[in-house]
C-alpha cells in the first residue's frame, strides 16, 4: 500500500464534510422547516434542544464521519479499485447502514409525521454518499 497523503485526506475530508453540511442545512433549513414549526406548535418536537450547542455537535459529527468515511474508502480501494464506482458503492452502503435502521425506528415507533425519519435518512444517507464521493474524488496518493 502506498504511503497515506495525509493533506489530501484533509482537503476530502473538509470539502465532502462541506457538501455534507450543505446538504444537512438544505434538508432541515429548508425542505423540513416548516414540518418543524408545525410538529413544534403541536407539541410533537421541542421548540429548543435540549443540547444548547446541538448545531455544532451535528457538524462536527459530520466532519468526523467524512474523516471516517475517507479511511474506510483509502483502505478499500486496495480490493475494489481506487475511483468513483468504489466510492459511491461504500457511500451507498455505509450511508445506508447509518441512516436506514434508526429512521425506520422512527418512523415506527415515535408519533410525528414520517416526513421526518424520510427525510433525516436522506440527510444522512445522501450525504455519506457525497463526502465519500468529494473526498475519493480528491484524493491522489503521496
Known amino acids: 500500500m502506498a504511503a ?3 493533506k489530501r485526506v484533509a482537503l476530502g475530508v473538509l470539502l465532502g464534510g462541506l457538501a455534507w453540511g450543505i446538504w444537512s442545512m438544505v434538508v432541515n433549513g429548508l425542505i423540513l422547516a416548516s414540518h418543524y414549526a408545525t410538529a413544534q406548535e403541536a407539541g410533537q418536537l421541542l421548540k429548543a434542544p435540549r443540547y444548547p450547542l446541538f448545531l455544532v455537535y451535528w457538524f462536527l459529527g ?3 464521519f467524512t474523516y471516517i468515511l ?3 474508502y483509502l483502505s478499500l480501494r486496495e480490493t475494489l479499485g ?3 464506482k468504489t466510492a459511491l ?3 451507498f452502503l455505509v450511508g445506508f447502514t447509518i441512516a436506514f435502521p434508526v429512521n425506520l425506528s422512527v418512523a415506527s415507533w415515535v408519533p410525528i409525521d414520517r416526513v421526518f425519519p424520510m ?3 436522506l440527510d444522512l444517507w445522501v450525504g455519506a454518499v457525497l463526502a465519500t464521493f468529494i473526498s475519493a474524488a480528491l484524493y491522489k496518493d503521496a
Open 4 to 6: 497515506v497523503n495525509k
Open 62 to 64: 459530520i466532519f468526523i
Open 70 to 72: 475517507t479511511w474506510i
Open 82 to 84: 481506487p475511483g468513483p
Open 89 to 91: 458503492r461504500m457511500g
Open 119 to 121: 427525510w433525516w435518512m
